[in-house]
């Protein structure tokens, strides 16, 4: 699973292989032994957009304010949220007003909003447009395209659009790289993205290191990146000198008790382990000359 692989990657090594460019795939030294798909560290979790408004960089974002929601209110019809093909990253409503996530070129009739303050006033524009004219449209005659942040304002939008499928102003920006990185590079293979069956949202590379979407659970070879971590360990030799009787478990445990104690105030170290080896010396009996 991509989501295990993503785990052992983080645990084991940086995170998931992140490609911001042809030089970083040139880099890359895949072992000729694994022919097959293997994953890399860009995915799009439907948990960010599949009928919620999160906060992650693939999330819903509103046109109005250039951010993810802040009330997470929505009216979505959550089945149709299904990013079909892979490239529905639009929202329009439907002729009742249900949201759904939509092809960008598609064209709609669409929906303006005015900001006076906390008050937002919604004007339907009958003229079919694509998701980006009507944006600009909106944006030179309005406030933007139409922002909806709770039931109330949700309202008003229904009482002025039943009966048509308009545009709002949601968007998203697809995908997002494990460790963060930033999407300016794709090496998609032809007719990739596609989502078949609605599935597909973590990315695997080919040997040729095309990239194609594939479903999260299958169980496939993985890439990482980062050198691997190496745990560190301290040895400190401490001597002791006392009468006590070492092999006795319970002066044994007392003793390392303290030295836990003792070590901690003065070394951090996260996982602290003692283990006491006893050796018994026995001091030679000195002669006199
Ligand atoms: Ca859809
Ligand atoms: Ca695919």
């Known amino acids: 699973m991509w989501t295990e692989a993503q785990q052992y990657c983080r ?3 940086d995170d998931l292989a992140a490609f911001e460019s042809q030089d970083d795939i040139d880099e890359l030294d895949r072992p000729s032994f694994i022919g097959g798909y293997a994953w890399i560290g860009l ?3 439907p948990e960010a957009w599949n009928g919620t408004m999160g906060n992650g960089s693939n999330s819903w974002r509103w046109s109005g304010a250039e951010s993810t929601s802040t009330t997470g209110y929505h009216y979505m019809h959550i089945e149709r949220v299904d990013n079909w093909e892979a490239y529905e990253h639009c ?3 439907d002729d009742v007003g249900r949201w759904l996530d939509v092809f960008c070129w598609d064209t709609f009739d669409f929906l303006c909003y005015t ?3 906390d008050q937002k006033t919604y004007t339907l524009i009958e003229e079919k447009k694509k998701w980006e004219d009507a944006q600009s449209y909106c944006r030179i005659n309005y406030t933007d395209l139409a922002m909806i942040e709770n039931e109330q304002e949700n309202k008003k939008v229904l009482s002025l ?3 048509h499928k308009v545009w709002i102003g949601l968007y998203r920006e697809a995908w997002m790289w494990s460790d963060g990185s930033s999407k300016s590079f794709w090496k998609w293979r032809t007719q990739q993205p596609d989502n078949a069956n609605f599935s597909q949202s973590c990315v695997a590379e080919y040997p040729d290191h095309d990239w194609d979407d594939r479903p999260c659970q299958s169980e496939i070879p993985f890439i990482c990146q980062g050198a691997p971590k190496v745990k560190q360990r301290t040895v ?3 001597t002791i000198q006392t009468l006590a009787n070492l092999s006795d478990p319970e002066t044994h445990a007392q003793l390392l008790k303290q030295m836990e104690a003792h070590l901690q105030d003065k070394i ?4 602290l382990k003692l283990m006491l080896h006893v050796v018994h010396m026995f001091k030679k009996a000195s002669v006199d000359p």
């Open 11 to 13: 645990q084991f090594y």
């Open 43 to 45: 995915w799009d979790d």
């Open 91 to 93: 929202m329009a409503t």
């Open 115 to 117: 900001a006076q303050g």
């Open 161 to 163: 659009i039943t009966g």
């Open 236 to 238: 400190v030799k401490l």
């Open 268 to 271: 951090s170290l996260t996982d």
